[in-house]
């Protein structure tokens, strides 16, 4: 088998997988109707994971690393934390919107210890990300003084709540960019003297 083949076939798995997991929930499918959804023979999906967990632990896995690589294309170069918080925000809402079956998977596998983990960890980080933006815009100056990691829970639940709603609406609750602008610039009107 070439390696393009092989590129191939596991692209094959891991879309079928997505799929089916995605709407039958990872209890219900099964590795024989992830190779009937692909196309191949259940061998042949054995051959490239060793069972339903790994193939749903790299599905989590490829979903986490890509959000991560965007989120870091995103912020490269920025000169400011409001233009940092914006992109981020932007970014992860951008990215749900765009990979709603791996939103429908995740929300459908909260307990899963083989994944909690890992995805503990991911959230962890992405919530320190937001904390060192909100605490760079403190010290500029760009930003009311404030406890960034309380502000960093608060955007990172924002965020979370725009991803959920995904599973319970058609589209999400809220837009990027309403998102960005309550955040950055809140409710109240401010004196101007």
């Known amino acids: 088998m070439s390696e393009r083949t092989g590129s191939e076939t596991r692209k094959k798995i891991l879309d079928a997988g997505k799929k089916l997991f995605s709407e039958q929930g990872y209890g219900a499918a099964s590795m024989r109707a992830i190779a009937s959804e692909a196309g191949i023979s259940p061998a042949c999906v054995y051959l490239y994971f060793k069972g339903k967990e790994a193939l749903y632990l790299t599905l989590m896995t ?38 709603r079956e791996i939103i429908m998977l995740h929300g459908k596998s909260a307990g899963f210890a083989f994944v909690s983990e890992r995805k503990q960890e991911f959230f962890r980080t992405r919530r320190g990300i937001i904390e ?15 406890d960034p990691a309380e502000v960093a ?15 319970v609406e058609d589209d999400a609750l809220y837009s990027p960019d ?11 009107r401010r004196n101007e003297t």
């Open 153 to 167: 829970k608060i955007v990172f639940s924002m965020i979370r709540g725009f991803v959920f709603s995904m599973m």
């Open 62 to 99: 490829e979903w986490m690393d890509e959000l991560a690589r965007e989120t870091r294309s995103a912020l490269e170069g920025l000169d400011s934390p409001v233009a940092e918080l914006a992109a981020f925000i932007r970014c992860s809402l951008s990215f749900a919107s765009r990979q």
């Open 178 to 188: 309403a998102c960005v602008e309550l955040i950055l610039n809140g409710l109240a």
């Open 132 to 146: 060192r933006i909100v605490a760079d815009g403190v010290v500029s100056g760009n930003f009311e003084p404030c």
